[in-house]
């Protein structure tokens, strides 16, 4: 009877334990890639070639996406509002959300899954391959050469992508709003304007995209790193990647909100 | 006398309770190739991980020209691995740059060069592995032994002092195999450096090398030049160099009796 | 691909998210809040502000003049505390009078500043004396239903005292 309680705590506790081990880890690995960063920063080259890897890879995805949720959005929010006489306010909305929560979050997501899963699985096939170890046996910190760099091309990248998103979706907004419905042009932009904080929404926005970048960016490099040296390890780390950092994000993005618009 | 290239001095590793080497000691002088021989899981990769810092040896001390790498600082191991080379068993190209940049990466990275000079070093490496006409190939267009001799040229770019080789002649074919063959030898010979060969592959390496050391169960069982290697009777060397099937290595995991397991003992019974 | 060539895209890529950025801030959102040296700081206590809320703007013949930054209750007075904080360009008597207004039917509450005629400015941590309080559109109802009972009734002369506190 003891023996079986033990168990069956034992087998609750693990997956716990596993994954307290698995964030020791990721923090160690933090500080490591920040204590190697200055090759990254000096050879901005090597940063530029994963900027582009990470970033511009991902602009056609990112700005098609926000291009259709912005369309959605002004739809549907065209249709509620207009019950209500207020379909002037149809830009508030559209930009509103976006700036505030759909830019950020889906931007991330989309990041997550387009550009993190593929550092996952650069860095997981550098690993099976043995580039690593040669790099290492080459007196090279992989950490420095390879995953440094990584990180932060996907640290500089998410921002951007995520205003983009932003941008994007705004002015699909725009074209279902104004070029379709036929609201005004002038009041679908100036009523926006006026009710669009720059620090509490727009600049808020972007710290939330800090955040996610540096959480996807992290994870994915984690994950390539420590992925097994097979090509269902490296696969199985993908996966990871993408699940891990949506996870994250809409974690993330809770505990962000919650701080930044209690007093609102 | 010399400081030897590489010195193991009664070293013993284990990963967490397997013990992998134990008690192992030899010496490799400047300009001696040695091959390190046994079969699978015996402990020769671990040999070389050990040479290059990858892992530390639970006691006893790993030398390279005179100094312990276990007790290095992250710092001084970088630094002394510039006098280490290494081919990997598959090459271990940089997939994303080309044959030339792949050569001319540690020259890069560890030392800053003028454009002109890395460019003359690279040609040298590549024209000593016959592969200058291969400069601007991507790796994923050459063949596995072009590779191999890709990074050989790779290994060698900083003129090391050790190089070590984790099974150079697997997945070759019998050509590509004779030129990797005489290429670890003749650069060796010219570079003025000792040589680790890690391999399975007797007739090719008792042709090249000029000591064996034959690995088993993490204990160092028989070594030797390749003639007196060939001329040894012990079981082991005999089972490994005319590779018998059953021997010393037996050709079963040990396992309860087969009869009893498909359960004829009980029929008959 | 060519080195140039990364160069080339990834400058556009960034170049396009600052463009993005830009449009957010300069098209999407205006900046509400005034460098802490341009300003000055009020505060005003009125009976009731309705709906009230921070950030809300403060005007002066329909123009942005500033933003309320706190709203409070005082413990003692049972009034709420309103802070607000002004664009120093704009200067107003000390006898100005804060009104919470509402823009449109039911739009967003503000604070609307009349000046008054008093040649003595109000300075950065002033309270504006003279206050009236948000119109709360039951107690409007009510008012008006009861007022005209009373036209219609006539025998009864005082009227009853819940009408809303004006001070």
């Known amino acids: ?264 | 006398m010399p400081i030897p290239a590489v010195e193991f001095e009664q070293v013993r590793f284990a990963y967490g309770e397997s013990e992998v080497l134990r008690d192992v000691s030899f010496t490799v002088a400047r300009g001696e190739v040695v091959a390190v021989m046994g079969g699978s899981g015996s402990g020769k990769t671990t040999l070389l991980k050990l040479i290059g810092g990858q892992l530390r040896p639970k006691s006893g001390q790993v030398r390279v020209d005179g100094e312990a790498v276990g007790d290095l600082g992250e710092s001084a191991l970088y630094a002394m691995r510039r006098k280490l080379g290494m081919l990997f068993q598959f090459g271990a190209l940089f997939t994303d740059l080309s044959v030339y940049e792949n050569v001319a990466f540690p020259l890069r990275e560890r030392l800053s060069l003028p454009e002109s000079i890395v460019n003359d070093l690279v040609l040298m490496k590549l024209q000593a592995v016959g592969l200058r006409g291969a400069a601007q190939l991507m790796p994923n267009e050459l063949s596995g032994g072009m590779a191999r001799r890709v990074a050989l040229a790779r290994a060698i770019a900083l003129d090391p002092l050790v190089m070590l080789y984790d099974e150079p002649f697997t997945g070759l074919d019998p050509i590509s195999l004779g030129v990797t063959g005489k290429l670890i030898r003749e650069l060796n010979d010219a570079l003025g450096s000792a040589s680790i060969v890690v391999t399975h592959d007797v007739a090719e390496s008792l042709a090249i090398v000029d000591k064996v050391v034959f690995l088993a169960d993490g204990v160092i069982v028989a070594h030797g030049t390749p003639d007196e290697v060939r001329a040894s009777d012990l079981p082991f060397v005999k089972q490994f160099i005319n590779s018998e099937t059953d021997g010393p290595v037996p050709f079963h995991k040990p396992a309860a009796p087969y009869g009893e397991e498909l359960g004829l003992e009980v029929v008959r019974g | 691909m060519k080195r140039g060539l990364i160069d080339f895209w990834v400058g556009l890529f960034v170049a396009a998210g600052i463009a993005s950025l830009l449009f957010l801030a300069l098209k999407v959102s205006s900046s509400s809040t005034l460098p802490k040296n341009q300003t000055y700081m009020l505060t005003a206590n009125f009976e009731n502000v309705g709906g009230l809320k921070t950030r809300a703007p403060i005007k002066s013949a329909g123009v942005v003049v500033g933003r309320v930054t706190r709203i409070a209750l005082d413990q003692k007075t049972y009034m709420a505390r309103v802070t607000m904080v002004l664009d120093k360009e704009y200067e107003f008597s000390r006898d100005t009078s804060a009104q919470i207004l509402t823009s449109g039917l039911l739009g967003e509450q503000y604070i609307g500043l009349e000046p008054g005629a008093d040649d003595k400015m109000l300075k950065d941590g002033d309270q504006l004396k003279i206050t009236s309080s948000a119109v709360i559109l039951e107690q409007l109802i009510s008012r008006f239903l009861f007022s005209k009972a009373q036209e219609g009734g006539q025998a009864t002369n005082n009227a009853p005292t819940n009408n809303a506190p004006e001070k």
């Open chain 1, 1 to 264: 009877m003891v023996n079986w309680i033990v168990k069956f705590f034992s087998r609750v506790g693990e997956p716990f334990t596993n994954a307290l081990l698995k964030l020791g880890f990721a923090s160690r690995f933090l500080i490591a890639i920040l204590r190697h960063s200055t090759t990254a920063l000096v050879r901005f080259r090597l940063t530029l070639r994963e900027i582009w890897f990470a970033g511009v890879l991902s602009v056609l995805i990112i700005a098609v996406s926000g291009l259709f949720v912005g369309m959605v959005l002004a739809l549907q929010g065209y249709d509620t509002l207009v019950r209500f006489g207020a379909s002037s306010s149809l830009g508030i909305l559209v930009a509103l959300s976006l700036v505030r929560e759909l830019g950020p979050v889906v931007g991330a997501l989309l990041f997550a899954s387009r550009a993190g899963s593929a550092i996952t699985a650069e860095i997981g096939l550098m690993k099976a391959t043995e580039q690593l170890s040669a790099m290492e046996m080459m007196a090279v910190n992989p950490i420095a050469r390879v995953v440094a760099p990584k990180f932060w091309g996907g640290v500089i990248s998410m921002p951007l992508l995520a205003a983009m998103f932003s941008a994007m979706g705004i002015f699909g907004g725009y074209i279902i709003g104004v070029q379709l419905l036929g609201l005004d042009a002038g009041s679908f932009w100036s009523q926006m304007q006026s009710a669009i904080d720059f620090q509490q929404d727009v600049l808020n926005g972007v710290i939330k995209s800090v955040f996610f970048g540096v959480a996807i960016s992290l994870i994915a490099v984690f994950e390539g790193f420590d992925a097994p040296p097979t090509a269902e390890g490296v696969s199985g780390a993908t996966t990871r990647t993408v699940v891990t950092s949506s996870l994250v994000i809409l974690g993330l993005d809770v505990l962000l909100t919650a701080f930044m618009f209690r007093g609102v």
